[in-house]
């Protein structure tokens, strides 16, 4: 029934979506596609509530939890019920960070600021040529879908030169805006890298101020899911011994994607394994550990604007490249950080990393994708919004 119900909104909603006029002064924000409250669209309307522009707009936020606290003046809206296709045929302004569904439709006078999330180390979209995402293999599909919603893009934020290079071509976005800014959600990596917001970050999280803490952030595997866009925690981490090598010194932040679905146990672990979910921010993980551990995820580029060590647990590195996705650059001989193949090498790796072995290339690196960033990102964003809602 409650599918059918939907499907009925929906037909209701595009019929109605043309007569309804559009307010410029109605701002829509989205992370996730509704699932928490995080992100570039997070720090852009935070940006909003500090310039005093929630009083002059009227700002949405689109959730499926719309328990989740958000500051400021706004609505909180459900996803997917009457209310929001109605802010949907009002809304003026849209920022998201995803892609909306098919029947989403996006009028001319509507501004769509995409504000997507990540720097792209994989293939993506129109330059996927294979794939395996929740069971579904039909890849010309795929690129039909990210042609159309594409299209409805207005401004694209990009975090580099290498990123609006890729953009113009996996999305389709030649002869459109493209905001190379930097993200706004890596602002607070630039201001409040401090000791003592970082001391505050960690009383907030609960965690020791006694120990060393590894953000272990992986990303997703496109063909390990237990149903459709429901993915697995995938990761060959022998926890039991690393807890055995390290809980001395060191203590592990687990941080799942956030298309990671898996309930794990991890009370065997307590006091050396922590983990959050999708309602604490990334940014306050990356501020609070003194290591970064990833894998194949857009983590990197974010966490190197910290100058802090990172590590690549690369276990499946060929089968990731060569089968699943592909890449965008040479991860190999780019990242810079030592790569493991299994946990006794991390492990290895950790005890003994010396980060002057790696200043050379991390400052190649840095230069590559960290040299638009600059902790006004946000408020560039602000500037488009106002002069696209006069």
């Known amino acids: ?129 294979r794939m395996d995402m929740g069971g579904s293999t ?86 390990e899911y237990s149903v459709k866009g429901k993915y697995k925690f995938a990761s060959k981490l022998d926890f039991d011994m690393a807890k055995e090598a390290l809980e001395d010194e060191y203590i592990f932040i687990v941080k799942y994607h956030y298309l990671v679905s898996d309930q794990i146990d991890w009370s065997p672990y307590k006091g050396f394994v922590y983990t959050f979910d999708e309602t604490k921010d990334i940014a306050w993980l990356y501020l609070v550990s003194d290591f970064l551990i990833t894998d194949y995820s857009s983590v990197m580029f974010d966490y190197s604007l910290l100058r802090r060590p990172m590590l690549f647990f690369a276990y499946d590195l060929e089968d990731y490249k060569e089968n699943l996705r592909g890449f965008y650059f040479d991860f190999v001989n780019e990242v810079p950080g030592p790569i493991s193949g299994d946990t006794v090498q991390l492990i290895e790796d950790i005890k003994h990393y010396d980060m002057k072995m790696w200043e050379e290339k991390y400052e190649i690196y840095h230069r590559k994708f960290n040299h638009v960033d600059d902790g006004h990102a946000s408020e560039k964003v602000i500037d488009v919004i106002q002069k696209e809602s006069q």
């Not at 309307?45 to 522009?53: A, C, D, P, S």
């Not at 997917?80 to 296709?85: A, G, I, L, S, T």
């Not at 113009?168 to 805006?177: D, E, I, L, Y």
């Open 1 to 129: 029934m409650k599918q059918l119900i939907k499907q009925i909104t929906i037909q209701i909603y595009k019929v109605l979506t043309y007569l309804i006029p559009v307010n410029k002064k109605i701002v829509i924000f989205q992370s996730s596609n509704g699932r928490n409250y995080t992100g570039n669209p997070r720090y852009i309307y935070e940006e909003m509530v500090r310039q005093g522009l929630d009083q002059k707009y009227e700002c949405v936020w689109f959730f499926f939890d719309t328990e989740i606290e958000v500051p400021g003046k706004c609505k909180k809206i459900r996803n997917n019920y009457f209310p929001y296709f109605w802010y949907l045929m009002r809304g003026g302004i849209w920022v998201f960070d995803s892609r909306q569904p098919l029947y989403v439709r996006k009028k001319k006078s509507i501004t769509y600021i995409q504000t997507w999330h990540g720097t792209p180390l994989k293939k993506l979209a129109l330059d996927m040529d």
């Open 138 to 223: 039909n890849i010309e599909e795929y690129h039909r879908q990210f042609r159309v919603t594409c299209s409805d893009w207005d401004y694209l934020i990009s975090q580099n030169q290498f990123s609006t290079e890729i953009f113009q071509s996996c999305f389709a976005f030649r002869n459109r805006p493209m905001l190379e800014i930097g993200y706004p959600r890596n602002d607070i990596l630039i201001r409040e890298n401090t000791s003592e917001k970082i001391k505050e970050y960690k009383k907030m999280l609960g965690l020791p101020l006694d120990k060393k803490i590894i953000l272990y952030a992986p990303t997703w595997r496109d063909n």
